[in-house]
C-alpha cells in the first residue's frame, strides 16, 4: 500500500469529483461531503450502492450536512460546478463527452447497478486531467478498473486507507488494480478537500 498522506490541496485546475461508495459508505460520504466548501467550482457526482427497488432520499440526507446544492442527475443533464449529483437507483449514471449525464439499464456491474466503474469510465474520458476519482468504503471490486482508467488518462485518484475503512474490501481492490496519487483516512481526505476554493484554480 502506498504511504498515507498529510493534508494537502486537492489537484488545480479540477472541473469533477466522482465518488464511489459501498458499505459503510452513508457515514463516510457525510464526512466527505460536509468537508466541501461553498467555494467549490467543480461538479460532484456520488455512486452509492443501494438494495434494489429502494428509493433515493440522498439528497435530502446529506443536504443539512453540505454547502453545495445537492440533486438526483437525470438523463440529459448538463454537468453544472458547485453541485453535488447523486446516481439515481437500479441505473446506471454515465456522463458523456459533452459533460451531461445519460441514465442506462445495462446488466449490473459487480451485482451492482448504479455501478462506480461505468461513472469514473465514461467520467475520464470527459474530464481526462480535470478529474478526481475518490474511492471510499465498500465490500466489492466495483471502482477498481475505472479508477485505473482514470488514473491511464491523466486524472487523479484517492482512496480511503483500507484498514480504516469501515469496509476495506473496495479500497483495497482498487488500490491493487490501480494504485492511487494518495491513500487518506476519512478526516485527511475532508481535510484536503476543504482547502478546494484555496488552489483548485490556480
Given at each position: 500500500m502506498l504511504p498515507t498522506c498529510d493534508v494537502a490541496p486537492p489537484p488545480a485546475g479540477l472541473r469533477l469529483i466522482a465518488i464511489?461508495?459501498?458499505a459503510g459508505g452513508v457515514e463516510a460520504?457525510?464526512?466527505v461531503l460536509r468537508a466541501?466548501?461553498?467555494?467549490?467550482?467543480?461538479a460532484v457526482v456520488v455512486v452509492l450502492h443501494l438494495a434494489p427497488g429502494?428509493?433515493?432520499?440522498?439528497?435530502?440526507?446529506?443536504?443539512?450536512?453540505?454547502?453545495?446544492?445537492?440533486?438526483?442527475?437525470?438523463?440529459?443533464?448538463?454537468?453544472?460546478g458547485g453541485t453535488v449529483y447523486f446516481a439515481p437507483p437500479d441505473y446506471h449514471l454515465q456522463v458523456e463527452p459533452d459533460g451531461s449525464f445519460s441514465l442506462s439499464q445495462e446488466a449490473p456491474v459487480y451485482f451492482s447497478r448504479p455501478s462506480i466503474d461505468v461513472l469514473l469510465e465514461t467520467a475520464a474520458y470527459a474530464y481526462r486531467r480535470a478529474m478526481l476519482a475518490i474511492i471510499l468504503t465498500?465490500?466489492?471490486?466495483?471502482?477498481?478498473?475505472?479508477?485505473?482508467?482514470?488514473?491511464q488518462l491523466g486524472g487523479s485518484a484517492?482512496?480511503?486507507?483500507?484498514?480504516?475503512?469501515?469496509?476495506?474490501?473496495m479500497p483495497?481492490?482498487?488500490?491493487?488494480?490501480?494504485?492511487a496519487d494518495r491513500v487518506l483516512d476519512l478526516p485527511q481526505m475532508a481535510a484536503s478537500l476543504a482547502l478546494l476554493g484555496d488552489g483548485e484554480h490556480k
Open positions: 464511489g461508495a459501498s460520504l457525510g464526512i466541501l466548501p461553498a467555494t467549490c467550482r467543480a429502494r428509493s433515493s432520499q440522498l439528497p435530502q440526507l446529506y443536504a443539512e450536512r453540505c454547502q453545495l446544492p445537492l440533486r438526483e442527475a437525470q438523463d440529459k443533464e448538463p454537468l453544472q465498500g465490500a466489492s471490486a466495483d471502482g477498481a478498473a475505472g479508477l485505473a482508467r482514470v488514473r484517492w482512496v480511503q486507507d483500507p484498514q480504516l475503512a469501515s469496509c476495506g474490501i483495497a481492490a482498487a488500490l491493487k488494480r490501480a494504485g
